[in-house]
């Protein structure tokens, strides 16, 4: 790589070793490790295909990374940019697993109030969902579980807090989820559909 910006660029050995060297180590550790998050939610949410390819590009730009500091032991900067990179490239790769938002998520809502307006709202919208009657340490509640896709999650938590902003409530990631017509109607079907718009505004 030194060869190349000499000859190329003309970069004197100084300004590679104490600045292009550094930024080179500092962003493929940054593509690394975000990489490596975005495999790891891949694989959490079954995508097989892209997880493989995620994992090569990863492990081929950890190696280039690793090699330049093998090759340059003496640069302290390049341990501070490894290590930089590191830490950015965490950053980043958990922006993107947010943003992306990949896979379902199991929601288990526990109220111990009066749960009927919400569950009668729950069944005009098009999330699918079990209501149970249980006993708590005071006093009885209701749990209400449901599976949603990530990306829906805002939604499904504004309706709670809409109708039970004291509720307690757990999220889970979930790797598999077998419908068996519980799930519910998807966006077009059926009649809750042409209700989406007006849960949507009573929602914000």
Do not use: H
């Not at 660029?9 to 550790?29: E, H, Q, Y």
């Not at 097989?48 to 950890?62: D, K, Q, Y």
């Amino acid at each position: 790589m030194e060869q190349f910006f000499t000859e190329n660029f003309g970069v004197s050995k100084t300004l590679f070793d104490w600045v292009i060297l550094p930024l080179v180590v500092f962003l493929a550790r940054i593509a690394d490790v975000s990489l490596s998050t975005t495999r790891i939610m891949f694989v959490m949410s079954g995508r097989r295909n892209l997880a493989p390819i995620c994992g090569f590009v990863e492990a081929t730009i950890w190696i280039l990374a690793i090699g330049q500091i093998i090759r340059n032991l003496g640069n302290p900067v390049s341990y501070i940019a490894y290590a930089g990179g590191f830490a950015t490239g965490t950053y980043i790769g958990m922006y993107l697993e947010s943003k992306l938002a990949l896979g379902k998520v199991i929601v288990r809502v526990i109220t111990r109030i009066d749960a009927a307006d919400m569950i009668a709202f729950l069944k005009t919208s098009r999330f699918g969902f079990t209501n149970l009657r249980a006993e708590g340490r005071k006093e009885n509640v209701n749990v209400i579980f449901s599976v949603i896709e990530r990306r829906d999650l805002p939604e499904f938590i504004s309706i709670i807090k809409q109708f039970n902003p004291n509720a307690f409530y757990t999220i889970e990631s979930v790797r598999y989820v077998s419908d068996g017509g519980l799930m519910g109607p998807e966006v077009g079907d059926g009649p809750a559909s042409e209700r989406l718009p007006l849960i949507r505004r009573l929602i914000k």
